[in-house]
């Protein structure tokens, strides 16, 4: 976090820097800083202090206020009173179980929350509109309500992983208020991909789970997918016709599940330049299995090929079978002994 919390005060700076906000003088007053705090440029920060509750003499003109590793138990409903210009609010690895409806509110401008490594059952209510990046992974979230992020029409990035999250728990229509560019799910209790999940995503990941089938519909509506995490689950068959509705993917991460043979449709992904199938159950690669017939059809070599911990027989594959590949150092093939 010590590395985003420096990406964030730039970011920060950058936004005010090409802003063009005139600032009035006001009277003259001592700064104020909560105890123990410390607070420079409109951030404070007032983590790993043991805190119990939010602190009360927050200056007005804060953009980024870090509470992270503290003991706090709830935000309560005038925690953040008056701090209008907040623009990230670090929480994570608190005690957090109870949010006040109304604790939110004030913050009217917060683009980031980081909420992650707390107690939370549910996705806290009333979110600023103004949100773009919401992590709230590793907590005890169980259900995603059909209202849980409405109104959110400016976020772009949720990471939810890390909760026990089972596919009944997201209600119908749960994400309909939201276009997405990134969403993560991993570390949960899921059997099968989600349904209606916003078709702008570009990155899903679903890696950690216990997926056991990629059906013909479940990735139909996700056609500018760059990127798509389905490692460590149990995935045993990937149905033919599945990813042809993913004509941008970039990359696609299969690794460490129960697939006994590479999927069908890679050769026709004009764009795909990553795929990751090392330990599986895959016994024997065909020549045509990674590129097209003809090379009209391939768009973008492959720069890495992972086979690693299958028990192929390595000595076995036709050198032809990886014609679009950029170089043989892409591919890495390993004995399958070694798989864990």
Request: glycine content about 6%; charged content about 25%; proline content about 6%.
């Amino acid at each position: 976090m010590d590395g985003d919390l420096g990406e964030l005060i730039q970011m920060m700076r950058d936004e005010e820097e090409g802003s063009a906000m005139l600032e009035l003088p006001g009277p003259e007053r001592e700064p104020t800083c909560p105890f123990g705090c410390l607070c420079h440029l409109r951030v404070v920060q007032c983590s790993d202090l043991r805190l119990t509750i939010v602190p009360y003499d927050i200056p007005k003109d804060t953009r980024l206020l870090d509470l992270q590793n503290n003991y706090i138990t709830e935000l309560r409903e005038h925690d953040f009173k008056g701090l209008n210009n907040l623009y990230a609010l670090i929480l994570r690895n608190n005690m957090i179980a109870r949010v006040h409806p109304r604790a939110f509110l004030p913050l009217e401008r917060m683009q980031k929350l980081y909420f992650s490594h707390n107690y939370l059952t549910t996705v806290p209510k009333n979110l600023p509109a103004s949100l773009v990046e919401l992590r709230i992974h590793d907590n005890r979230i169980r259900k995603i309500t059909t209202d849980a992020f409405a109104g959110l029409h400016n976020m772009n990035c949720i990471e939810m992983g890390g909760n026990p999250l089972q596919n009944s728990g997201f209600e119908p229509g749960a994400f309909r208020d939201l276009r997405l560019s990134y969403l993560r799910i991993s570390e949960a209790k899921l059997t099968g991909v989600p349904k209606d999940l916003p078709y702008t995503l570009h990155e899903l990941h679903l890696d950690h789970n216990q997926i056991q089938a990629i059906e013909l519909e479940d990735l139909s509506s996700y056609t500018d997918l760059y990127r798509l995490g389905l490692g460590f689950n149990r995935i045993r068959n990937i149905e033919a016709g599945s990813l042809y509705y993913l004509p941008n993917l970039r990359e696609l991460h299969l690794d460490n599940n129960r697939l006994n043979k590479v999927p069908v449709g890679l050769p026709e992904m004009k764009y795909l330049q990553v795929v990751y199938l090392h330990s599986n159950n895959i016994s024997q690669v065909d020549v045509n299995d990674f590129c097209p017939r003809g090379f009209g059809m391939k768009k973008t070599f492959y720069n890495g090929i992972s086979l690693f911990s299958n028990p192929i027989k390595y000595w076995e594959v036709q050198p032809a079978t990886f014609r679009c590949v950029s170089s043989r150092h892409a591919i890495q093939f390993g004995d399958a002994n070694n798989k864990k």
